[in-house]
């Protein structure tokens, strides 16, 4: 079905366009700044991907870890799912760290937290907020307050659903 959905995206965009373009101009309007702002999450997500591949990449090669770069490009696709994506590749890299030593059992475990903080409360909120003009500190609250009502589909539509929120009520003020 996703894979039909994006052959036939063009078809979809244009079928959507003349829907709204007879509705009226402001209408329209709207869903095109709608479109932008959605097309500016996107590439800010493919930014922190590839910041992540780097950063994570870099990281567990500092500190010894034999499967560096494999683990750096497992945390830059983990932020397609937020949150628990990156708590799985820390776990992965902690048990195969286990097996080679404790002592760099004990370092992944340090970067596993230095790089999860860093990510979470910097450079996310950081690249999100230039991309889309939403402050840091919504994009957090946003976070919070998905996972808080709707749970784990919550992490998933928060901050696309506050872009739409925003967009909105800027639109319309």
Do not use: W
Not at 109 to 115: E, Y
């Amino acid at each position: 079905a996703y894979i039909y959905f994006l052959i036939d995206m063009h078809k979809i965009r244009l079928i959507i366009k003349r829907f709204f373009k007879r509705r009226g101009t402001r209408s329209y309007r709207f869903i095109k700044i709608l479109d932008r702002e959605m097309r500016k999450y996107l590439s800010g997500l493919v930014k922190i991907m590839i910041i992540s591949v780097f950063e994570y990449s870099i990281a567990f090669a500092i500190i010894g870890h034999p499967y560096a770069v494999l683990l750096g490009f497992l945390a830059g696709f983990s932020n397609l799912i937020p949150y628990f994506g990156g708590i799985a590749i820390n776990i992965l890299a902690a048990i195969t760290a286990f097996v080679v030593s404790p002592s760099l059992f004990i370092r992944t475990l340090i970067t596993f937290f230095i790089l999860s903080s860093v990510d979470s409360y910097l450079i996310n909120p950081s690249v999100y907020g230039k991309t889309n003009s939403i402050h840091p500190l919504l994009t957090i609250f946003a976070l919070f307050a998905g996972s808080i009502i709707f749970g784990i589909m919550g992490v998933f539509i928060s901050f696309p659903l506050a872009i739409i929120l925003v967009t909105t009520y800027n639109y319309y003020k």
